[in-house]
């Protein structure tokens, strides 16, 4: 916990803990998985790295770390349980949904019934080495409205139970943050949201509920960290070399063109005041409401200090913010 919190950068959660407007995203760090023979995950990993990474992550301040069941075929949760376990000062979110075969590393479907929820919650307490899980998501990004409101009664009995804390929806559809925003332990939305996706109605409606904007992609898949060139090819294992709807920041593994044009739009803007370009994307995500908590990937302890780093300079000034979006609108 910090001891003297900056309002800029902290964010106060549903169990009134204080804590760094930052968390860590853990897809990564479950290593290879597959729709048949398409790749889900990064690549390799080496576990060792990931938990000091995870480490090191906690020595800066960082509280809040989000997984899910099927990265990795179980094996993020797994790596979270070994190296945070049962810990009441940091917060762990998980994820439901997805069904995989940690074996094969095979995805193996996408469920949302009563029994299936409670079955995959309890093998995520287990892989955690949680007693409780503090925030647990349900991963269906465009599961019918109609159908929903079994999926968070069920929710609603596992905290009654214990053994959950809170819940929320990751998704990227408004109607449906929305949907259950005043249901007694819905407390967040996590959803795409960065420099080149600025999601206004969803964050109209997150603004509106007081619930908490867990921004994942907030590098854009890795794009916003500078690190890519244009000739720069990803691995045959990584998710960004796929051919999937939603893949849009990367085609063929290679940098989409039109957002290589957007990001040097603004390169030199989201380095204002020294900060790294990484660092940048996270202050604008800081600046463009109060109730965003990014959470950048990450593999390595230079990863977790270059984003760590960001808290200690804030959000970006409105100016730069206006002067981003001028830039973007010119590109548009």
Partial sequence: ????????????????????????????????FYAGDTPLGWGEVDDEVSIAAIHRAIELGICFFDTASNYGAGHSEEVLGRA???????????????????????????F????????????????????????????????????????????????????VDAFGWSTDYPDRAARHA??????????????????????SVIERYGLISINRGPLAMGLLSGKFRAETKVGDKDVRGASLDWMVYFKDGRIAPEFA?????????????????????????????????????????????ENAGALAKGPLSQAVMGEIDEALMLRA
């Avoid at 916990?1 to 760090?29: F, H, Q, S």
């Avoid at 998501?137 to 009995?157: A, I, M, R």
Wanted: proline fraction near 7%.
């Fill in 182 to 203: 005043k249901r007694p332990g819905f407390v967040s939305v996590q959803h795409t949201m960065n420099v080149f996706e600025p999601v206004p109605d969803m964050i």
């Fill in 84 to 110: 945070i376990g049962n810990r009441s000062d940091i917060v762990i979110a998980t994820k439901f949904g997805f069904a995989t075969d940690p074996q094969s590393k095979q995805a193996t479907g996408a």
């Fill in 112 to 163: 949302a019934d009563p029994d299936f929820i409670r079955r995959s919650a309890e093998t995520s307490l287990r892989r955690l080495k949680r007693d409780r899980l503090d925030l647990l998501q349900f991963h269906l990004n465009d599961f019918p409205l109609e159908q929903s409101n079994d999926v968070f009664e069920t929710l609603e009995k596992l905290q009654s139970e214990g053994k």
């Fill in 1 to 32: 916990m910090l001891t003297k919190p900056d309002v800029l950068t902290t964010i106060k959660l549903w169990n009134d803990y204080e804590i760094p407007r930052l968390g860590m995203g853990c897809w990564a760090i479950g290593g290879p």
């Fill in 261 to 305: 044009a957007r990001l040097e739009a603004v390169r030199e803007l989201l380095k204002s005041d020294g900060r790294t370009l990484t660092q940048g994307a996270l202050a604008w995500l800081w600046a463009r409401s109060p109730r965003t908590l990014p959470i950048p990937g990450f593999r390595t302890v230079a990863q977790v200090e």
